[in-house]
């Protein structure tokens, strides 16, 4: 249980604070906690995704803190007042630009519980236009349409890394592709 805080840093992204907690045996500690806003990621599917091996879009972005090009589906931080639904909608148009008609929600998972309150929003679409992307300054990256054999061969592989991607293609092959969980929120 949060007994006190102090924000020790602010910054666009995120921010850091020193929390006084009581754990559950009753005593207490502090640990430094990043606070961030959430976020979503979507799986543009290119053709149905129930179809035996349909085509989708994973961009392959520069990472700084990984200090490498990594696989990824689209994604970005949640806006103020922005839902879910929408934060995937936007990210899939200004990275890919793509659209969709339907944004299904997969899960929505905890980044890192141990130090961050990041939750990541994560969806699948089925791509019904094409539109011009809008990539933030920052953003260095490429969009690859692959197969979803492919794809699962890169996770096998390692060559698939990044945690949101992992957890996204892992629900979508596990449960299938034709289902979705509740809704996000």
């Not at 502090?30 to 599917?45: D, K, N, Y």
């Not at 130090?115 to 933030?136: K, N, P, Q, S, W």
Request: charged share 25%; net charge negative.
């Amino acid at each position: 249980m949060l007994k006190s805080t102090t924000r020790l840093y602010t910054g666009s992204v995120f921010n850091v604070d020193l929390d006084t907690v009581e754990f559950p045996d009753e005593s207490t500690g502090q640990l430094e906690m990043i606070r961030h806003p959430g976020a979503a990621a979507v799986l543009p599917f290119l053709d149905p995704p129930s179809s035996t091996d349909p085509r989708v879009a994973l961009i392959y972005q520069f990472r700084h803190a990984a200090d490498r090009y990594l696989w990824e589906i689209p994604a970005g931080r949640l806006e103020h007042g922005e839902s879910p639904e929408d934060c995937a909608r936007r990210e899939m148009l200004e990275e890919t630009g793509y659209t969709a008609e339907r944004v299904d929600h997969v899960a929505s998972v905890y980044t890192t519980p141990g130090f961050t309150d990041e939750i990541i929003h994560l969806f699948a679409a089925e791509v019904t236009g094409v539109g011009d992307h809008d990539r933030e300054v920052d953003e260095f990256l490429e969009v690859h349409t692959l197969r979803w054999s492919e794809v699962g061969r890169m996770v096998a592989r390692g060559e698939i890394v990044d945690g949101k991607t992992i957890c996204c293609l892992f629900y979508l092959q596990h449960f299938g592709r034709g289902r979705t969980a509740a809704p996000a929120g």
